[in-house]
């Protein structure tokens, strides 16, 4: 299993950017996705995640309300739609997959199998 984290940038405080998370091999549809982030310095932290289904989300506190997370199954791709952008929000950005049941909702520990190469979001103030 690959996951391509894709979306990154540089953008004033404020904006807008939207992440993607485009998986090959495995069977998507049967993964829980997370969104992690580490800033210099700090450690990896949750910041959203998703059920299998779609239907559960979770997004950490300092990020509801200005980002969420989703998935297009179709296209074996998540994505993580982040508004409102903070110069604290800057960090590279992970995602990660967990194979799990239907009944498992969104992951928010570190117990992902796969994990993407990261992207690098920027955010002047």
């Known amino acids: 299993v690959q996951l391509q984290a894709s979306g990154g940038g540089l953008v004033q405080a404020g904006g807008s950017l939207r992440l993607s998370c485009a998986v090959s091999?495995?069977?998507?549809?049967?993964?829980?996705v997370g969104w992690f982030r580490q800033a210099p310095g700090k450690e990896r932290e949750i910041v959203a995640a998703?059920?299998?289904?779609?239907?559960?989300?979770y997004a950490a506190d300092s990020v509801k309300g200005r980002f969420s997370i989703s998935r297009d199954n179709d296209k074996k791709t998540a994505y993580l739609q982040m508004n409102s952008l903070k110069p604290e929000d800057a960090a590279v950005y992970y995602c990660?997959?967990?194979?799990?049941?239907?009944?498992?909702?969104?992951?928010?520990?570190?117990?992902?199998?796969?994990w993407g190469q990261g992207t690098q979001v920027t955010v002047s103030s």
């Open positions: 091999g495995g069977t998507f549809s049967r993964y829980a």
């Open positions: 998703i059920n299998r289904g779609g239907g559960r989300t």
């Open positions: 990660a997959t967990k194979s799990t049941i239907l009944s498992v909702g969104p992951i928010t520990t570190e117990e992902y199998d796969y």
